[in-house]
């Protein structure tokens, strides 16, 4: 296997291999209320799955109550909660066209999938569960969100054969003329967000790419039961525009020059201000600034 290859290309052997580097075997971090130690803390609400429906008692909210159960014995019933304990973590694989380059390092949507495969091992190995999402200029590729070690093997195949076809879509869009339009990411994470249950998290890796006029309340609604985490791709040129004009091809084919945008520092503190935990993700580096990452 040649560097240029490790570069280019995602290998279910490397996103296996991922399972056991990293700080402490890619342990995942637990929130600290879940943390043994000498002070419990409360976590906030009430929960979210029905854990009983029985009679209304003295400072029980009445917006839980039960309506059926009411009903049907002529006495108000309300309904308990239970707080969700599973670790449902959605990783969301951006491999439209945007992100299939590079100047040093490795492809952005490469270190994409390592860093999305280093995630769903840490969350496999604390006991959770996880599925995937692709996008690619083509279409769609997906696993369910489930536990088990087995889930993240197919995982990092499914990574390996999805980035392939969007290698290939691409090849043949470049070949054939006019590429078609980018299907805007507040698109993917909006079908992403009915995909993994309430109290879940999401972990997108992405450049944030023509992420869409709808992609702020798209965010919102997500934040509102979900987890949101997004794991900036950055290659060296972005983080370092150089000052001269560059010629380009536009989306719709036609050759226009400008400078290259350095705006990845506007748009985490963007997505910091909406409730989002952003990393930045370098092409050129491991996913080491994953370690203490929370997801669950």
Request: charged residues 25%.
């Amino acid at each position: 296997m040649t560097a240029a290859t490790e570069a280019t290309e995602v290998r279910f052997e490397a996103l296996v291999a991922l399972r056991h580097q990293g700080a402490h075997g890619r342990r995942l971090a637990v929130p600290s209320v879940l943390r043994p130690g000498g002070f419990a803390g409360r976590r906030r609400g009430h929960g979210l799955d029905i854990n009983d429906v029985r009679p209304f008692a003295d400072g029980d909210d009445l917006r839980h109550a039960d309506a059926a159960a009411t009903a049907r014995t002529g006495r108000l019933h309300v309904r308990t909660f239970h707080e969700e304990r599973d670790r449902a973590v959605l990783l969301v694989a951006d491999f439209r066209r945007p992100m299939l380059w590079a100047t040093r390092g490795r492809l952005r949507s490469v270190a994409a999938a390592e860093a999305l495969a280093s995630v769903g091992w840490r969350v496999i190995d604390a006991g959770g569960k996880v599925g995937l999402l692709v996008v690619r200029e083509a279409g769609l590729d997906y696993v369910a969100v489930r536990a088990r070690e087995r889930t993240m093997m197919q995982i990092a195949g499914l990574l390996e054969e999805s980035h392939a076809r969007a290698l290939d879509e691409a090849r043949v869009a470049a070949s054939g003329g006019v590429p078609g339009a980018t299907e805007p990411l507040h698109v993917v994470l909006e079908r992403a967000g009915r995909l993994v249950p309430r109290g879940g998290a999401i972990v997108c890796a992405t450049g944030l790419d023509a992420p869409g006029d709808g992609f702020e309340a798209v965010v919102g609604t997500i934040l509102r039961r979900r987890r949101l985490f997004v794991l900036m791709v950055r290659d060296p040129l972005e983080a370092a525009p150089p000052a001269r004009r560059f010629a380009y091809f536009g989306d719709d084919g036609v050759i226009l020059e400008g400078r290259f945008p350095g705006g990845s520092d506007a748009r985490v503190t963007a997505l910091g201000a909406l409730g989002v935990t952003v990393r930045t993700v370098d092409t050129t580096a491991g996913a080491e600034v994953l370690d203490d990452l929370e997801v669950a």
